[in-house]
């Protein structure tokens, strides 16, 4: 069965510009035996130079030492939401994309190759992408931090219960959480560790990692991004979507209790 979602996901990434996905030119897919999973190839997108692109991570850590990587408010805005509605599309075409975090929002550089688009982020990591109907395979994770943060506590360690949208959309909750705070998830989990819990330990517990993510959204987002903003990632990080994952109304849902929420309008109305 996990064999025939290469192809599938392929073919929906091959007309993916007659979607909302935010994914790359789509090129072409191989199977890894290595790592027993398919790799997706994609071009670089139109009237763009060949630099290296950079991530939304890569910008957060760089933005202080290279004030001009850091968004400007409005852009920050547009960044969320696009991606939300990249995963909202994906979900609604029954697909789960299962690395949703900041490292796979790519932005590229203009043909002069100095100037970063930041009008155009683009969604990467199908790797581990299936439809919502397919099967999990609930195995232990290599233990990585920088991956670690943006799993939902369900999904830690050896999983007991299979992937669903609401673990995407809580991964979602932590990217968006990351651009109102301009701070990586990682960051703020090292924070706690080292001002909170005194360095004692290396690494928080999976609930301590929501937690942390749930306060710095409650008290600290509200003031930079306002107070939709701070109710779509809430939602997303600690919503009861339970109702609504079966149901034909959780696209409507979704887009109202975040792709709403974080439109800038929502901020200045």
């Known amino acids: 069965m996990k064999e025939l ?3 599938q996901l392929a073919r929906l990434l091959h007309t993916a510009g007659e979607h909302s996905f935010r994914t790359l030119p789509f090129n072409s897919y191989a199977w ?5 999973q398919y790799m997706y190839l994609f071009d670089y997108p139109p009237n763009t130079s060949d630099r290296q692109p950079k991530s939304l991570n890569d910008f957060i850590l760089s933005s ?5 990587y850091k968004l400007e408010l409005k852009q920050r805005f547009f960044v969320a ?4 509605r990249a995963i909202g599309a994906f979900h609604s075409d029954g697909w789960l994309h299962k690395s949703i975090r900041a490292h ?4 590229f550089f203009l043909p002069d190759g100095k100037t970063c688009d930041f009008g155009n982020p683009y969604l990467t990591d199908f790797e581990f992408s299936r439809p919502l109907a397919g099967v999990t395979r609930l195995i232990a994770q ?3 931090l920088d991956h670690e943060v943006y799993r939902h506590p369900d999904r830690h360690g050896l999983p007991d219960t299979s992937f669903s949208r609401m673990h995407d959309i809580y991964s979602l909750g932590v990217v968006l959480l990351e651009i109102g705070l301009w701070q990586t998830a990682r960051q703020v989990h090292d924070d706690v560790v ?3 819990l005194d360095g004692d330990a290396k690494a928080l517990q999976p609930q301590q990692i ?5 306060q710095d959204a409650k008290e600290r987002l509200a003031h930079r991004m306002g107070t939709a903003y701070q109710e779509a990632a809430i939602a997303c990080l600690d919503g009861d979507w339970d109702e609504f994952v079966g149901s034909r109304d959780f696209a409507q849902e979704f887009y109202k209790r975040v792709v709403l929420k974080v439109d800038i309008k929502a901020f200045i109305s």
């Open 104 to 107: 796979a929002v790519k932005f």
């Open 194 to 196: 080292k001002y909170e």
């Open 64 to 68: 202080k030492l290279e004030p001009k």
């Open 210 to 214: 929501k937690q942390a993510f749930l």
């Open 81 to 84: 939401q696009t991606i939300a």
């Open 142 to 144: 290599a233990v990585d």
């Open 32 to 36: 890894d035996a290595e790592k027993a």
């Open 5 to 7: 979602y290469g192809p």
